[in-house]
């Protein structure tokens, strides 16, 4: 009977994969302070309340699909899908994956401002989020 290699390099993978898994979930805390750190500056919640409900020109604001006070799940203003509340207090799942945090911060941003989000945007944003309580 020949020897199966397939078992270690697939323990390896998972070893690898566990070991690596827990790098990629932040507390959105975590993710404040980098975007802080980024924007040179500490992040300000009412500079964040009023850039996430201001149009900037554009059509939408944040609350237009996330509401004005986003701890309730809000609806997409075209598609009319249900979007879960934003806010960490509301919603422990959010903003604990920086790449899903940057996929939909450039996402949105594109729409609301037409362009990427500073990271003083986004500190300030996400400071206000944090501050928000049920």
């Known amino acids: ?13 998972l070893a690898f994969w566990g070991a690596t898994a827990p790098a990629r979930a932040v507390t959105p805390t975590q993710q404040l302070s980098r975007y802080a750190l980024e924007a040179g500056r500490a992040p300000e919640a009412a500079r964040g309340r009023q850039f996430f409900n201001a149009a ?18 809000g609806k997409h203003a075209s598609t009319g899908k249900a979007i879960g509340a934003l806010a960490p207090v509301a919603n422990g799942e959010r903003f604990t994956d920086t790449a899903k945090t940057e996929k939909w911060f450039r996402r949105n941003c594109n729409d609301v401002v037409g362009r990427e989000c500073t990271a003083a945007e986004k500190a300030d944003t996400l400071a206000w989020l944090l501050s928000l309580t049920r």
């Open 1 to 13: 009977m020949k020897p199966s290699f397939r078992w270690p390099v697939a323990a390896l993978a």
């Open 56 to 73: 900037h020109g554009r059509e939408w604001s944040c609350a237009t699909c996330h509401g004005a006070t986003p701890v309730v799940p």
